[in-house]
């Protein structure tokens, strides 16, 4: 079946600095990916839906220029935690859609990224 | 903006008996919804969905039930065993939008 990989699955990083989480559909094309971002105990939040060859549409509250995504190919999707902050810590979630309709037969999640901002 | 939310957010179950997971939405427009099970450090995983124009649907073991009028979700899961412990998620998809909204999660935990 379809899968989304996520890399790394874990990342830990210095305040300050930049980090890149990588979301890949591996056997479809993905015109549109979905990043979410999970606290500890709490629902997944949408961040950003990501267009391939456009640009993101984020959601309101999410900076753009701090969570940088580029979905350069129809393959991949990344996002870019530009100086990071302990607040920023979190569990990372992609997801692809592998054709127009949004469904739960079409649409694939990564197994997130841990992300540790130290 | 909409929110999707959950009433209870630990269900403690024994292992054959069935287990019955909530969700209140509020956006009267959303046109779509699932069922996500989340495993500890894991991404989401679809269990069954249900379109608005149906008021149930069932699958394997698991059967969701939908009511437009107080906008209200459940997932129901018969024989409910060990490896169905973990975070249940509603989603929902507004009508004219892509992605999906998740609820705020019920952890099931499953006694032996």
């Known amino acids: 079946g379809a899968v989304v990989s996520q890399h790394p699955s874990r990342v830990i990083c210095k305040s300050g600095t930049s980090v890149k989480i990588e979301c890949r559909s591996l056997?479809?094309?993905?015109?549109?990916m979905f990043w979410y971002r999970q606290f500890p105990k709490q629902s997944l939040m949408l961040m950003a839906t990501?267009?391939?060859?456009?640009?993101?549409?984020?959601e309101q509250g999410v900076e753009k220029d701090k969570f940088l995504i580029n979905h350069a190919s129809l393959t991949l999707s990344t996002l870019t935690v530009t100086s990071a902050h302990p607040e920023d810590s979190s569990f990372y979630i992609c997801?692809?859609?592998?054709?127009?309709?949004?469904?739960?037969?079409?649409?694939?999640f990564g197994e997130g990224s841990w992300l540790t901002v130290v | 903006g909409e929110n999707v939310g959950l009433h209870l957010p630990t269900l403690s179950v024994q292992e054959g008996d069935n287990s019955i997971i909530n969700c209140a939405y509020s956006?009267?427009?959303?046109?779509?919804f699932i069922w996500y099970k989340q495993e500890s450090g894991k991404g989401p995983q679809f269990i069954i969905d249900?379109?608005?124009?149906?008021d149930k649907r069932q699958g394997q073991r698991v059967t969701v039930l939908l009511n437009k009028t107080v906008k209200h979700l459940s997932l129901q899961i018969a024989a409910t065993q060990p490896g169905d412990s973990a975070v249940y998620f509603c989603?929902?998809?507004?009508?004219?939008?892509?992605?999906?909204?998740f609820g705020s999660g019920t952890r099931l935990q499953v006694q032996p």
């Open positions: 956006n009267s427009a959303s046109d779509y």
């Open positions: 249900i379109r608005s124009n149906m």
């Open positions: 990501s267009n391939e060859g456009s640009k993101a549409t984020y």
């Open positions: 997801s692809a859609s592998r054709s127009g309709e949004i469904s739960g037969n079409t649409i694939y």
């Open positions: 056997d479809f094309q993905a015109t549109t």
């Open positions: 989603a929902e998809r507004g009508t004219g939008r892509r992605a999906l909204t």
